[in-house]
C-alpha cells in the first residue's frame, strides 16, 4: 500500500453549500486533498438546519444530512458581505489549486467570484462552477434547487407509473452522485491538465447539463425519431418478469415502512427456466402465455400477478438468496435500515464508516464510492462544526498574526 | 464561452475496454475527454448494439441509439478472450495501454490470467478498473445484478413511489449510470496517481455503494434517530400537502412547484399573480390574505403547535390548492413555468425528453452536438455534455464504431500483425 493519497498536498478552497458541490469536495478530500469549506453563520448553508439531527440535539452542527456530505473538511467563518472577509476570500483563493461553488451566478457575481475574477488572484487555478443553468443563455438567473431540478432534468417525467403524476424519485435525485460525481471527473481532468501544463481553466458543470446527460436514451430517442418516451412503471421491453414483488413484511404493522419487497429480473430464456425451477415449476408456468419472452411481455400482468402469489409469505432476503443461488437475477428492496444494520455484504466490506464528532456523537457516513487498493481513500475526520477551524485556517494556513485576526473579529469579517 | 481549445485531458491515455452495459458510460466519459478507448467486442459484436430505442425502430447493430450514446468517440477491434490467440493478442495490446477497463464476474479475468495480477506482470503501472454490481469482494460479489438488482440494494428504490404501488424503478439504468460515473472518477484518480508516483492499481466500483448516496436522509436517518424514510408519492419529504409543492397539471403537461424555499418570492407573489388574472377567487380576502402571508416553510414547523386549529388550517390549505390547481391548468407548462420563474416563483417544467430537446437555454449553450453519419446518411443530434471545460473540452471526434471497424488499423498497422498471422486468426475464429 502506498503511503501517501493521490491528492495529498492539494489544496481546495471549497466555497459550495447544499449538496452538489460538497459532495465532491468531500471525494476529493478522501483521497488526500486539504478541504477549507468556506461557510458563514450570515449566510448560513441550509443543510445545516435540516433534519434529521442527532438524537435529542440542536444547533447547527448535528444535521445527518450536512454532515454525511463534508467529512475531512476545515471550516472557516467568513462573512463575504465585508471588504475584510472578501480579503480573506481572496487569500484562500490565493492558497487554493481548485476553487468550487454551486452557489447561484447572481451571487457569485456580487461576490466577485466569477473565474474573471479569480484569476486575476490566481492565474494557475482551477474553477469549477456548478450552476443550475449556466453562467449565460435565457434562463441563467431561473431559481432551483434539487426538489426542481428533478423535474426540470427529465426525471419526473420518466419516473414512476403512467397513471401517477410525475413526482419523481421521493429525493433530489441528481444532486447526490450525478452532478458531484460528473464534477468530480471533471476537476480530475483538470488536474491532470495542470499536471502537464501548469495551466489551470474554468471548469463548468452545468446541473442542467449534468443532469440531463443520464438521460441521453430517451432524448435521443426524440431527436433521432422523434418518439417522446414517458414514464412506464418497472417494466423493460426486453425482460420478463422485471418488477419488485411483495413478500412478507417485515413486522405486520401494515406500514409502508412494514413492508418487504424484492426486485426479480429474467432477461433470458436460461434466467426464466432457472426462475421456474426454483420456484418449483407450478402449473401456471407451463402456460403457453409465459413460454417465450415476447409471450410474457404481452401477458406480463397475469405473469407479475403469478410471481407476487409466490413471493407473498416468502423472507424477501431468502428469496433473494435462493434465487441468485439458481442464476436468477434478484435484490431485495432495501430500506436504509436494512443497508445499515442488515446486508451482511455492505458489512463485510465495511462501506459505511462511524466516526465520532464532538456535538452529533457518533455517527455513520457514507463511505468512499471507489476503491483504490493501493490508495484508498478514507474519511479522515467528521465533518467540521460551523466555524471550528477560523482560528487555523487564518492563522496556520494564511499565517496571519493574532492581532490581524482580532482586527478580522472586530469587523464582523469571521462570522 | 467560446475558448481556444488546445488539448484534451487524456489524449496521452490509452484504455481496452472490455466493459459490458455497466461500464460503457464510464469509458465514454474517457474517451470523450479525449483518451484512445479501444473497444473490445466479441465476434459478433457487443450484445448492447441489441437494445433498443433504434434509429427509426430498425434492429440493426450499428443503429441502437442506446448503444451509440455509449460509445462515442471509441475504436472497435473484435477478440475472443475464450481463444488462447486472442489472449496473446490482448496480451500485446495491453503492453500499449494505461488503462483497462472490465464489467466480468470477479475472478474471471484472473482465471484467464488476465486480472491485475497478470495484466501487471505485463505492464506494471496498468491500472484496472472493475465495475460491478456488488464490487470484487463480499458474500454477494458474484450475484447477478442487473440494473434493478443494483436500484434495489442501493437503496434508491425504496424511497420511490406511491404507498398504494410497488417502488419505482429508477429511468433508464441509474444504477449502472451511478456505477460508470464513480467508476470514470475512480479511474481518474488512480490515473492522477500514477501520473505522480508512477505507480499502477486495481480501482473497485461496487453499484450497490456507488448508487447509495442517493438515499438523501435515509441511512442517516435511520442511523440517528432509528426512524425509517419511506416512499410517500408526490409529498415526498413533507408529510402534510402544501399548496404550491409537488406536481400541478397544466394544460399541455406538468410543473413542479417549490413554492416558499429560501431565495424564492413567497406565496403572497403568487396570490399576486392569480389576482393579476382574476383567478384568485377568494385568496385575496380574510382569514385567506394573513394565512397566506404566513404561508412559508417557517408554517410547517409550527403547524402542530395548536392541534385544535389543524382541521381549519387543513381546510384552508385545500382550499387554497384548489384554486392553484385550476390557475395552472389554465396555462402551458412552458407559460407556466417561465411565468413563475420571471416573478422569482419557485417552479420548474416537468420536462419531457422533447422540451429537452427544444429547451431554449439548452439550445443556446449548443448543448445537443451533431455527429455525421455517413452510413445513415444523417448527421444525428447527440445529447451532449455533462461538463465544460475551457481548456481541455470535452468533444465527439469520431462517431461510434463499426463492429471490428479498426481490426486492421489497430491490429495491422499499431500491433505488426502479419498478413499471413492474421489470416490464422480470422481461421481460429478469435478475431
Known amino acids: ?415 | 464561452m467560446t475558448q481556444q481549445a488546445t488539448a484534451a485531458a487524456l489524449d496521452d491515455v490509452r484504455v481496452l475496454d472490455l466493459a459490458g452495459e455497466i461500464g460503457q458510460y464510464c469509458t465514454k466519459l474517457l474517451a470523450d475527454l479525449g483518451a484512445d478507448v479501444i473497444k473490445i467486442e466479441p465476434p459478433g459484436g457487443d450484445p448492447v448494439r441489441a437494445l433498443p430505442p433504434f434509429y427509426h425502430d430498425e434492429q440493426d447493430p450499428q443503429k441502437s441509439l442506446y448503444w451509440l450514446n455509449l460509445n462515442t468517440n471509441k475504436r472497435s477491434i473484435t477478440l475472443d478472450l475464450d481463444k488462447p490467440e486472442g489472449r496473446v493478442l490482448f496480451e500485446r495490446l495491453v503492453a500499449t495501454a494505461d488503462i483497462v477497463v472490465e464489467t466480468g464476474d470477479p475472478g474471471y479475468l484472473d482465471g484467464l490470467g488476465l486480472g491485475y495480477e497478470g495484466l501487471s506482470a505485463i505492464k506494471p503501472d496498468i491500472i484496472l478498473t472493475s465495475i460491478t454490481g456488488f464490487g470484487q469482494t463480499g458474500p454477494h460479489a458474484h450475484y447477478k445484478a442487473p440494473d434493478i438488482v443494483g436500484v434495489a440494494m442501493g437503496g434508491v428504490m425504496w424511497l420511490a413511489g406511491d404507498p398504494a404501488d410497488p417502488p419505482n424503478l429508477a429511468p433508464l439504468k441509474q444504477g449502472f449510470t451511478s456505477s460508470s460515473i464513480m467508476g470514470a472518477a475512480g479511474t481518474m484518480m488512480a490515473l492522477y496517481h500514477r501520473d505522480v508516483s508512477g505507480e499502477g492499481q486495481h480501482v473497485d466500483v461496487s453499484m450497490q455503494e456507488s448508487l447509495s448516496m442517493a438515499q438523501e436522509t435515509a441511512m442517516q436517518t435511520w442511523d440517528m434517530l432509528e426512524a425509517l424514510r419511506t416512499r410517500n408519492g408526490h409529498r415526498g419529504i413533507i408529510p402534510i400537502d402544501i399548496p404550491g409543492i409537488g406536481p400541478y397539471e397544466c394544460n399541455d403537461g406538468w410543473v413542479y412547484g417549490f413554492v416558499g424555499a429560501p431565495g424564492g418570492a413567497t406565496w403572497g407573489a403568487l396570490r399576486d399573480w392569480m389576482a393579476e388574472e382574476g383567478m384568485a377567487e377568494n385568496l385575496t380576502e380574510e382569514p385567506y390574505t394573513e394565512f397566506i402571508d404566513n404561508l412559508n416553510l417557517r408554517f410547517l414547523t409550527t403547524f402542530a403547535e395548536e392541534p385544535a386549529e389543524i382541521p381549519k388550517k387543513m381546510q384552508m390549505l385545500s382550499h387554497i390548492h384548489d384554486v392553484l390547481t385550476k390557475f395552472v391548468a389554465g396555462k402551458g407548462r412552458w407559460e407556466m413555468y417561465e411565468g413563475a420563474q420571471g416573478r422569482r416563483l419557485l417552479f420548474g417544467i416537468v420536462s419531457t425528453p422533447e422540451d429537452l430537446a427544444n429547451s431554449p437555454q439548452l439550445k443556446f449553450r449548443n448543448w445537443l452536438t451533431p455527429v455525421e453519419h455517413p452510413e445513415l446518411g444523417e448527421t444525428l443530434e447527440y445529447p451532449g455534455t455533462p461538463y465544460r471545460l475551457s481548456e481541455t473540452p470535452w468533444a465527439i471526434r469520431s462517431r461510434p464504431p463499426l463492429v471490428g471497424e479498426h481490426n486492421r488499423e489497430i491490429f495491422g498497422d499499431e500491433l505488426g500483425v502479419t498478413e499471413d498471422e492474421w489470416n490464422a486468426l480470422e481461421a481460429s475464429g478469435a478475431v
Open chain 1, 1 to 415: 500500500m502506498s503511503a501517501k493519497l493521490p491528492l495529498e498536498g492539494l489544496k481546495v478552497a471549497d466555497f459550495s453549500w447544499f449538496g452538489a458541490g460538497p459532495i465532491c469536495a468531500e471525494h476529493l478530500a478522501t483521497y488526500g486533498a486539504t478541504v477549507v469549506r468556506i461557510e458563514s453563520e450570515t449566510k448560513i448553508d441550509a443543510l445545516r438546519t435540516v433534519a434529521p439531527f442527532a438524537k435529542d440535539k440542536t444547533g447547527y452542527n448535528v444535521s445527518g444530512y450536512f454532515n454525511n456530505y463534508n467529512a475531512g473538511k476545515l471550516s472557516i467563518a467568513l462573512n463575504l458581505n465585508t471588504d475584510e472577509g472578501q480579503k480573506i476570500a481572496h487569500k484562500l483563493i490565493e492558497w487554493a489549486d481548485v476553487f468550487l461553488t454551486n452557489i447561484t451566478p447572481r451571487v457569485i457575481e456580487r461576490w466577485k467570484l466569477t473565474y474573471d475574477d479569480i484569476v486575476k488572484i490566481n492565474p494557475e487555478i482551477i474553477g469549477a462552477y456548478q450552476p443550475m443553468q449556466g453562467y449565460d443563455g435565457p434562463h441563467r438567473d431561473f431559481l432551483g434547487f434539487g426538489a426542481v431540478l428533478t423535474p426540470i432534468t427529465g426525471y419526473n417525467h420518466l419516473s414512476g407509473f403512467p397513471e401517477r403524476p410525475p413526482f419523481g424519485l421521493g429525493t433530489n435525485y441528481p444532486d447526490y452522485v450525478i452532478n458531484p460525481g460528473h464534477t468530480l471527473i471533471a476537476i480530475l481532468a483538470a488536474l491532470r491538465h495542470k499536471r502537464r501544463t501548469g495551466k489551470g481553466q474554468f471548469v463548468e458543470c452545468v446541473q442542467l447539463e449534468s443532469s440531463a446527460a443520464p438521460l441521453a436514451p430517451a432524448i435521443f430517442d426524440y431527436t433521432a425519431n422523434g418518439r417522446v418516451q414517458t414514464r412506464s412503471g418497472n417494466g423493460l421491453p426486453y425482460a420478463a418478469p422485471h418488477n419488485a414483488f411483495k413478500c412478507q413484511p417485515a413486522s405486520d404493522g401494515g406500514r409502508p415502512m412494514d413492508e418487504r419487497w424484492v426486485a426479480i429480473a429474467c432477461f433470458t430464456d436460461e434466467e426464466w427456466s432457472a426462475f421456474v425451477e426454483a420456484i418449483g415449476s407450478p402449473e401456471w408456468t407451463g402456460d403457453a402465455k409465459f413460454a417465450t419472452l415476447e409471450a410474457r411481455k404481452e401477458n406480463e400482468t397475469e405473469l407479475d400477478e403469478n410471481v407476487s402469489a409466490w413471493t407473498a409469505d416468502k423472507n424477501a432476503f431468502e428469496v433473494m438468496h435462493d434465487l441468485q443461488k439458481q442464476g436468477v437475477p434478484a435484490g431485495v428492496v432495501q430500506s436504509a435500515r436494512e443497508l445499515l444494520d442488515i446486508d451482511e455484504h455492505i458489512k463485510e466490506r465495511g462501506f459505511y464508516v462511524y466516526l465520532d464528532h464532538p456535538e452529533a456523537g457518533r455517527t455513520a457516513y457514507d463511505g468512499p464510492p471507489f476503491r483504490l487498493s493501493k490508495t484508498p481513500g478514507k474519511l479522515r475526520s467528521p465533518a467540521p462544526m460551523l466555524g471550528e477551524h477560523t482560528e487555523y485556517v487564518t492563522k496556520e494556513i494564511l499565517g496571519l498574526k493574532d492581532e490581524e485576526i482580532a482586527d478580522l473579529m472586530v469587523a464582523g469579517a469571521l462570522q
